[in-house]
């Protein structure tokens, strides 16, 4: 079982930062790829920035410029820094791991966290 939890979600002002991190923990394995998602009320679920497990990184053009999407060096928490927010940045945002790694081999999977409330106030 592999549990996935968000956190850093605040409210900020336009133009101000957050982290928000995801942190892995249940099993032996290392986080193949993952996914920041984001929901705001209303609208469907959509990706922010995805990481795999090469490091390579790929952002929405709503996120380019602004938002960085980083791993830590154990693999199991992965980050996403967010700068100059907007009030159309306010939404829950979930991480979406979609591929594990253990002992070489990597698989893939769909486990998502609850979520964590960003609010962007003008």
């Known amino acids: 079982q592999v549990q996935l939890v968000e956190s850093g979600g605040d409210w900020v002002q336009v133009g101000g930062s957050l982290k928000l991190s995801c942190a892995a923990s249940?099993?032996?394995?290392?986080?193949?790829?993952l996914g920041w998602f984001r929901q705001a009320p209303g609208e469907e679920r959509e990706l922010v920035a995805h990481?795999?497990?090469?490091?390579?990184?790929a952002y929405t053009d709503s996120a380019k410029g602004r938002f960085t999407i980083s791993r830590d060096n154990a693999g199991n928490t992965v980050y996403l820094q967010m700068n100059n927010l907007k009030p159309g940045d306010t939404a829950v945002y979930f991480c979406?791991?979609?591929?594990?790694?253990?002992?070489?081999?990597?698989?893939?999977?769909?486990?998502w966290g609850q979520g964590t409330q960003v609010t962007v106030s003008s």
């Open positions: 249940g099993s032996i394995f290392r986080i193949g790829s």
């Open positions: 990481i795999n497990r090469n490091g390579g990184k």
């Open positions: 979406n791991v979609d591929s594990i790694c253990a002992g070489g081999m990597c698989n893939s999977v769909d486990y």
